[in-house]
């Protein structure tokens, strides 16, 4: 028994609270909300992402458009960057796809780069496609700022 | 060795003594056939996708790479494998392009490509040399299965119509100089 003592008693007390089923139920895993550690919950269908092409509404001046077609299997690595096959301001005339803004030539400093600026390079840390039909799967209560200068107009 | 030879071309010239002409006509027949289904088995052996990936250089690159593109998993389960895209179908230019492949087996041998790091290194170079192959026979293996004929551009999202109806169409461009990259990964495009 000498061992056990040197164990403090409320980790042996926390160690029995989480074998208990009781507890399990309650507990609540944050990556799959609404479900128990122990249960097994089922996962919903996967949905392909849109792919019409339609210039979406932007929310908010400086938000990153999102994406209007699928990228599914795009290489988007050090070797190749299937997004700027297209995007790129020297491919644009070709492809008739929006050529990146002037804010991705710029580095932390506001200089004005001849390519992509490296903390630019990775297309999907801002934009992202969407997907048919689902509501967003975050609840948000965002406004446009739109809507927000016309509410208080009719006031 | 000019004796031996000429011992040879004197028994390959002078009339059979022992074997009927019958025996040698149809036996000719025989071996011939037999000899021709055995050429064409093994040539056909090395078309399959067991044999591609017999090889870590293969199996550990580009068969992973594969994998997850449309043209291995799909939802109808039609798929191509290997030879489908790398090899001509018709028997002539197969032949010509198995003959090119020979330098594949000393690139095994000398193990050109026998690490990642290798592989990576000359990947650049190897995809180019697919590509001018395939702009040289307007993407032939593509057009084996994907036919121009048979598109339906308002099946096509707008985008793919609309390239498919115009480059295409007027055969300004070939299905590669669009689709690089779409089964295997690209190499390092900075490289010059």
């Known amino acids: ?155 | 060795m000019r004796d031996f030879l000429r011992r040879y071309w004197r028994t390959l010239t002078r009339p059979s003594a022992y074997y009927s002409l019958g025996f040698l006509t149809i036996g000719g027949f025989v071996a011939g056939v037999l000899s021709w289904g055995a050429f064409n088995t093994a040539m056909e052996f090395t078309n399959t996708e067991q044999f591609c990936i017999a090889c870590h250089e293969m199996r550990d690159n580009v068969y992973q790479e594969i994998q997850p593109t449309i043209h291995f998993t799909n939802r109808s389960g039609v798929r191509a494998k290997c030879s489908d895209c790398h090899v001509p179908k018709d028997w002539t230019h197969k032949m010509a392009r198995k003959m090119q492949a020979s330098k594949e087996v000393w690139g095994w041998i000398f193990g050109t490509i026998s690490t990642r790091e290798k592989f990576l290194a000359k990947r650049r170079e190897l995809a180019e040399r697919e590509w001018v192959r395939m702009r040289a026979n307007d993407s032939l293996e593509c057009r084996n299965c994907h036919e121009f004929g048979s598109m339906d551009f308002t099946r096509q999202s707008k985008r793919a119509a609309e390239a498919h109806s115009t480059s295409l169409q007027s055969g300004e461009k070939t299905c590669i100089d669009c689709h690089k990259g779409i089964a295997h990964r690209l190499p390092d495009m900075a490289k010059q």
Do not use: W
């Not at chain 1, 339609?54 to 990228?71: D, F, G, L, N």
């Open chain 1, 1 to 155: 028994m000498k061992c056990l003592a040197t164990i403090p008693k409320g980790f042996v007390f926390l160690s029995l609270l989480l074998l208990t089923p009781a507890f399990a139920q309650q507990a609540h895993d944050p990556l799959r909300p609404g479900a128990g550690f122990a249960e097994d919950p089922k996962t919903a269908p996967l949905v392909n992402a849109e792919n019409d092409d339609k210039k979406r509404v932007r929310s908010y001046a400086m938000q990153p458009p999102t994406i209007p077609h699928k990228t599914d299997n795009y290489q988007l690595d050090r070797f190749a960057n299937r997004c700027m096959m297209c995007h790129a301001r020297t491919r644009a005339p070709e492809t008739q796809a929006t050529p990146i803004s002037i804010t991705h030539y710029m580095d932390r400093d506001g200089n004005f780069l001849a390519d992509v600026s490296p903390r630019r390079y990775f297309c999907d840390q801002c934009h992202v496609v969407q997907m048919e039909g689902q509501p967003p799967p975050v609840r948000s209560t965002f406004r446009d700022v739109d809507e927000i200068i016309r509410g208080k107009a009719r006031k």
